[in-house]
């Protein structure tokens, strides 16, 4: 029986994973539960999963939980995180949204666990970091389809040359609509993936991939990663090899398939899904950087090293919840982070140093939120 502490799980990504779980009782144990604020949820799950370690990030609602769950341990804050990331469980999903799944990420590898990772600011901000500790021991597993992919045409390989993930370019690539006047329903109305609002948003933006493209330079060693319009969301990403041969990893747009795979690796086990329909007709496309540039900032902030990343992804993180409470417009998402590229002072060392990873992202984050929430 494989004991799951799972950080995260009210949100997209967690209640697919615990979907996973309810098919498969006798194999998997849900050991921790940890949410946002979404308190009822967490007692609804923390019964149905007979799970008595919790975490609840709302400090405030720690009582509501402990109260309707005598038997159960319940943590709050962003200790929590910690405490249940470093708790006795086989593998630590780690499906918070923000960079504050840093905290859980290190912890976890701290205490020589599998990490299956979703939360991709924890990469884009702490990859120096996380790639200190797993040289102490603790693994990876990527939940990003995209790196899931990788991952899969990775096996068995000893080098390769390139990797290209795919994109499926978010709903407004192939469409004319006026940037400036989308709306957050707009924005998150995704064509073919339904996820939480900040990657959502990320993914209209294009900085989704941006940031996967730091997520996968941490991943696999690399900085050869390049990227591919891909509307149909089939093609998962593709890795190229030296004498020119390619793979590609290719399936349904369903997220459990990678967050099963992270569960189960190195074992594909059986499940039920819908088949693809074949034959399939699936396009790829150039990118349009002049209107989607996010991945190009994203990619010159990983030629400049040091805590430019953290300064992209506070940036980002900042813009996208102003968007989302309507303080600012769409456009001024991706402005917002080239203005705090331009501004900010970049240091190009340390970027392994975890304090100086927090301090940067709230002074920045902090900066930009109060800035334009009037
Ligand atoms: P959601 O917004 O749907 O869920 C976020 C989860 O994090 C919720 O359970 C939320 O709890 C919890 N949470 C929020 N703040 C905290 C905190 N401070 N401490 C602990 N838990 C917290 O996001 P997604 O599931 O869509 O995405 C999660 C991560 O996975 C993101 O980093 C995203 O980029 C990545 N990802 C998601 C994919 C997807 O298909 N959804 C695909 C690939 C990657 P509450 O509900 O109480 O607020
Ligand atoms: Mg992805």
């Given at each position: 029986m494989k004991k799951i502490a799972l950080l995260g799980c009210t949100g997209s990504i967690g209640t697919q994973t615990l979907d996973i779980v309810r098919a498969r009782r006798d194999e998997y144990k849900v050991s921790a539960l940890m949410c946002g604020s979404n308190a009822d949820a967490l007692i609804r799950y923390a019964k149905e999963f007979d799970c008595t370690l919790l975490g609840i990030?709302?400090?405030?609602?720690?009582?509501?939980?402990?109260?309707?769950?005598?038997?159960?341990?319940?943590?709050?804050?962003?200790?929590?995180?910690?405490?249940?990331?470093?708790?006795?469980?086989?593998?630590?999903?780690?499906a918070v949204v923000g960079m504050i799944g840093l905290k859980a990420v290190l912890a976890a590898l701290d205490a020589g666990k599998?990490?299956?990772?979703?939360?991709?600011?924890?990469?884009?901000?702490?990859?120096?970091?996380?790639?200190?500790k797993l040289k102490h021991g603790?693994?990876?597993?990527?939940?990003?389809?995209?790196?899931?992919?990788?991952?899969?045409?990775?096996?068995?390989?000893?080098?390769f040359k390139r990797i290209v993930l795919t994109a499926s370019g978010g709903p407004f690539y192939n469409s004319n609509i006026d940037l400036s006047t989308?709306?957050?329903?707009?924005?998150?109305?995704?064509?073919?993936?339904?996820?939480?609002?900040?990657?959502?948003?990320?993914?209209?933006?294009?900085?989704?991939?941006?940031?996967?493209?730091?997520?996968?330079?941490?991943l696999f060693d690399t900085e050869n990663i390049d990227y591919v319009i891909h509307p149909e969301s089939v093609v998962h990403s593709f890795v190229e090899f030296d004498d020119g041969s390619i793979k590609a990893q290719a399936g349904s747009a369903d997220m459990r398939l990678p967050i099963q795979y992270a569960l189960d690796y190195p074992r594909h086990v059986v499940r039920e899904y819908k088949p693809l329909d074949l034959p399939l007709n699936l396009r790829f496309f150039a990118p349009d950087e002049a209107r989607f540039p996010a991945p190009?900032?994203?990619?010159?902030?990983?030629?400049?090293?040091?805590?430019?990343?953290?300064i992209l992804n506070a940036a980002n993180e900042a813009a996208v919840r102003l968007f989302l409470e309507r303080k600012i417009k769409f456009t001024q998402i991706i402005q917002i982070v080239e203005d705090a590229m331009n501004e900010e002072r970049i240091d190009g060392a340390g970027g392994a140093n975890v304090d100086k990873i927090f301090a940067t992202h709230k002074r920045v984050y902090d900066k930009i939120y109060y800035r334009y929430n009037k």
């Open positions: 990030a709302d400090e405030a609602k720690r009582g509501y939980v402990a109260s309707a769950l005598p038997s159960a341990t319940v943590h709050a804050g962003e200790k929590a995180l910690e405490i249940l990331a470093a708790s006795d469980a086989d593998i630590v999903v780690v599998t990490v299956a990772l979703a939360n991709k600011e924890s990469l884009v901000a702490g990859g120096a970091a996380v790639k200190e603790g693994k990876i597993h990527p939940i990003d389809s995209e790196h899931s992919a990788v991952w899969q045409c990775l096996r068995g390989e000893s080098n989308v709306t957050p329903e707009q924005a998150t109305a995704h064509p073919n993936w339904k996820m939480g609002k900040k990657i959502s948003v990320d993914s209209a933006t294009m900085m989704n991939k941006g940031l996967e493209i730091i997520e996968a330079r941490w190009k900032l994203a990619k010159s902030a990983l030629d400049i090293g040091g805590d430019a990343c953290v």
